[in-house]
């Protein structure tokens, strides 16, 4: 069923399973730096991935309602590993390293991105990623790149912009504007934007429906 066939009562319904889901176990599994190191396939994953200090970490640990579940940094590129958390034994969440840094050593660079791809492109039970774009200064080249990659290899995903609480009412509107001209060029973007803010919680419930929805599929 469409979630827009759905009544108010089943839309609530969601909401609350998805608010219980999300706000039960979570437990650090693995952070992989090789594909060797990837633990085993065993549930539904959602992975999010964003360049360098998009608030990935802060996103994740405001879904959770942890203040240190994902390790946040102020200092572009530090996270270099794939961090596994596995969410009430029901959905393991993926918190990929930030591209896009350019200080960054070439050779760490080509690193990051082989191992970024390599999740992307083979991982048999991911579900859908969840594309952070820091909604202060939009969609650029190297999240561009990304979107076409996932278009290539047919992976669902969400444009989410972070930081919402940053922006005024007429900046946040032109920022969610922006986002879905630049979504609806790509055909695995989900024809919907999701704008968060890990700092004042908006967005947070709609993004956890979606994504136990689509993780339950």
């Known amino acids: 069923m469409n979630a827009d066939e759905k009544s108010d009562d089943e839309k609530r319904a969601d909401t609350e399973r998805a608010r219980k889901l999300f706000a039960g176990a979570c437990d ?3 952070g992989a730096t090789t594909p060797d190191a990837f633990p085993p396939p065993t549930l539904p994953e959602i992975a999010f991935v964003g360049r360098s200090n ?3 970490s802060s996103l994740i640990n405001a879904l959770t309602s942890r203040s240190a579940l994902a390790r946040v940094s102020h200092t572009p590129g530090r996270t270099r590993q794939i961090n596994f958390f596995n969410l009430g034994g ?7 390293p930030g591209y896009g840094f350019a200080k960054a050593s ?4 080509a690193e990051w991105q082989s191992l970024i791809s390599t999740y992307l492109r083979g991982r048999q039970r991911l579900r859908r ?3 952070l774009i820091d909604s202060r200064r939009g969609i650029i080249d ?4 990304v979107m076409i990659m996932l278009d290539q290899s047919a992976m669902s995903y969400v444009v989410t912009l972070t930081k919402t609480d940053e922006l ?3 900046e946040r509107a032109d920022a969610i504007t922006k986002a879905d001209a630049a979504a609806k060029k790509h055909v695995a973007a989900y024809p919907e934007i999701f704008a968060t803010s890990a700092r004042n919680r908006e967005g947070l419930e709609t993004l956890k429906t979606n994504l136990m929805l689509v993780a339950e599929a």
Do not use: I, N, Q, S
């Open 28 to 30: 650090f599994v693995a």
């Open 168 to 170: 005024d009412k007429a």
């Open 106 to 109: 070439k050779t760490m660079l």
């Open 142 to 145: 190297a999240d561009a790149e």
């Open 129 to 131: 990623v969840a594309l």
């Open 90 to 96: 029901r959905l393991m969440l993926v918190d990929l």
């Open 54 to 56: 998009a608030g990935k």
